[in-house]
């Protein structure tokens, strides 16, 4: 937790990982961020992974920080409280972020007749109002075509981290922010739509693929645990621990050379091949029939605990592979790692908990604050931000309104 | 391109996919972007993909839309240009983003000398500033260890998409317009630190799965194409095309159902199982073993160019697996979306590239921007930002300081 954002106010009615990281990280900045979810809970308020009790393990992480309201937004009613509440007073707040549909309830243009300036931050599926998830975009981009082992012919491999989410919600964090500096510029409101399709489709093209594959007129082959275009893959030490070892800097390479002492045979090769590796990873690609055998030997001599120092004092780029629970238990991932700190959750597990990504060195870091329980925050809220009173929001609670 | 950052000028150094991608997005919002690069391109400059002409795909890709300048940093005059650069005089300056050591000659200590209030954004690999890459972090963090089929064994696959630089610099930007609104309101400058490998933890957190695996002592199973506590799986149609399909809400469960008109046999697992699945996608992962093969027989008796239509009518959420060839190609991808232009890029190709990966409905969008060539506005930036004359310019190209 960290005070940057602390002026703004935002509202988030959503489900799921995109929209939710999103709020997560203007919540870890410092920003108020008021979920509004169904009475009950949303579609993701259960969502897997789950505690014994049943809690969802997901949605208490991905909603750390955060204030929660709980309304009946089957009703009308309980829509009209969520859109009061997303165009609230106030120079920090109308500041809405959404996964609903474009064309319902909470359309931009329905939410703006309450508050001209709003600014509108929605994820989408498909640019066209369609479903899409991070699994659809994924296979219809090409990436499961290529990823996993030449062993696997044409069978796709879906990856599992949910990318797309990913970087759809921390762009739209950005994006809101963006907006919202053009507001406090202009006083003009407006709305942002983010579709997980085009993030998918754009981003392929951004990293220069979309333009590979239109003008070598080809798809790219599969290159199993190789990374593309670099010296990368994994390799397994005398005592059988795997590690992912690369090379993309000059210095990666020669540090790598040095430690596993392969200065003579690299150099052969180089003879041989009439190239040079020192500077064009592009090259160490090309010939990785060579190099990788010949790294293969060296690593497989070696143990990792012989390894690690080693690579480490001449600066080169290397990782364990490690289970998740081994990377759980990891002293410096999680333990000793100031992002985290360990505390009792929503589900009343207590567990580290991480807060903002990001470190200041400037500032002092707070600590992280568990996810809400659901409604948590519903009367102080409607207090608050739509000056209810004590017996109005009383009565919604006997109307069911509100819980 | 939209103009919503058009004031701010961002300076980068940066290489790689994380900075740069950073970069790109405030780049494609209307901030002005100047990467500084060392003369003849740093190490990101001739990466791969590459053109038959040689021209790197993937850093053209990357760099759509800033102003290059291009400097000797082996030398301290070409250093002391790009630390003047990086914090130019400006309120809408003073803004750095870049993946140089965090004590070397761009230390924001070093730099906050010239400009107490500069803002800088540093990309790391580790927080303790050594070495660490997407595909290190992704191994210690224990995703490969589950991607891919259980037929695998104990065989990691790693991804083949940057996800983690690609997070990273999403929410560097994020950061970077975090940071500067604090300055606005308070004066202060301050240097936001993003590890690549606390974003990889802290994102395994916040989805639930470090207390996951903490809270059940287990890593998660390798499950393969499904997808984990949801109804998600890859399928094959009666002509032999692969579809992913989904339901992770009601509406995509129901829908679901009536297109492959499946409600008896559902019906009965229901009830031979006392379970139901219309709000529980938990329940249908729990029970893919009798649901999925209902599933894969209903889209096998079924044709592509039946089903695409059906489950769209119906709320569906399915995407078709494509290569990136035509992913490239799919109309509704690419050549139909607003998102692209075909435009002359710096390599001389001409070829669809994206613009902003946003849509803002009230405003006009602004045609994609070619990446600069190395250099191409580096006297027009000198004078710009540091008032050096032409004269001044023209000795430090006699020099060899810029090109």
């Known amino acids: 937790m960290y005070d940057l954002l602390k002026p703004l106010r935002i509202v988030e009615a959503s489900s799921f990982v995109a929209s939710p990281s999103a709020g997560l990280y203007l919540a870890q900045m410092g920003a108020t961020v008021i979920r509004v979810d169904q009475i009950g ?67 931009h243009e329905t939410l703006s007749r309450r508050r001209a300036d709003l600014v509108t931050v929605r994820v989408m599926g498909q640019a066209n109002g369609g479903p899409a998830l991070d699994y659809t975009v994924n296979c219809a981009v090409g990436i499961p075509q290529i990823t996993g082992p030449a062993s696997l012919g044409d069978h796709p491999v879906n990856h599992v ?56 007129g080809d798809n790219r082959a599969r290159y199993g645990n190789d990374v593309y275009g670099a010296f990368g893959r994994d390799y397994v030490t005398a005592d059988g621990k795997r590690l992912m070892v690369m090379a993309i800097t ?14 003579d045979a690299v150099a052969r090769i180089e003879g041989e091949r009439d190239v040079s590796f020192a500077k064009d990873e592009g090259a160490r690609f090309e010939h990785r029939d060579a190099l990788a055998p010949l790294v293969e030997a060296a690593v497989a001599t070696r143990t990792s605990a012989e390894l690690g120092p080693l690579f480490d004092s001449l600066g080169c780029c290397w990782g364990p592979y490690q289970t998740m629970i081994e990377a759980a238990r990891d002293p410096v991932l999680v333990r ?20 903002a990504m990001a470190t200041i060195p400037q500032a002092t870091r707070q600590p992280p604050i568990r996810a809400p329980r659901l409604g948590e925050h519903s009367d102080e809220v409607l207090a608050d931000l739509l000056g209810l009173s004590s017996g109005a929001i009383g009565r919604l609670h006997d109307e069911g309104v509100v819980a």
Chains 1, 2 share one sequence.
């Open 41 to 107: 809970g949303g579609p993701d308020f259960n969502r897997w992974p789950r505690s014994d009790t049943g809690a969802s393990l997901y949605w208490e992480g991905l909603n750390k920080g955060k204030k929660s309201v709980a309304v009946d937004l089957g009703r009308p009613e309980g829509r009209a409280l969520l859109a009061a509440l997303a165009t609230a007073p106030g120079d920090d707040g109308g500041l809405f972020v959404t996964n609903y549909p474009v064309d319902g309830f909470l359309s």
């Open 161 to 216: 981290l949910p990318a797309w989410d990913l970087l759809t919600g921390a762009y739209a964090a950005f994006a809101l922010l963006a907006a919202e500096r053009q507001r406090r510029e202009t006083g003009r409101g407006q709305e942002v739509r983010i579709p997980l399709s085009d993030v998918g489709i754009a981003t392929i093209a951004n990293l220069g693929q979309l333009a590979e594959v239109l003008t070598t």
């Open 336 to 355: 000793d790692n100031p992002v985290f700190a360990t505390i009792e959750q929503a589900s009343g597990l207590t567990y580290p908990v991480p807060g």
């Open 250 to 263: 000059p210095r990666q390479w020669s540090g790598l050379v040095k430690a596993l002492d392969i200065d």
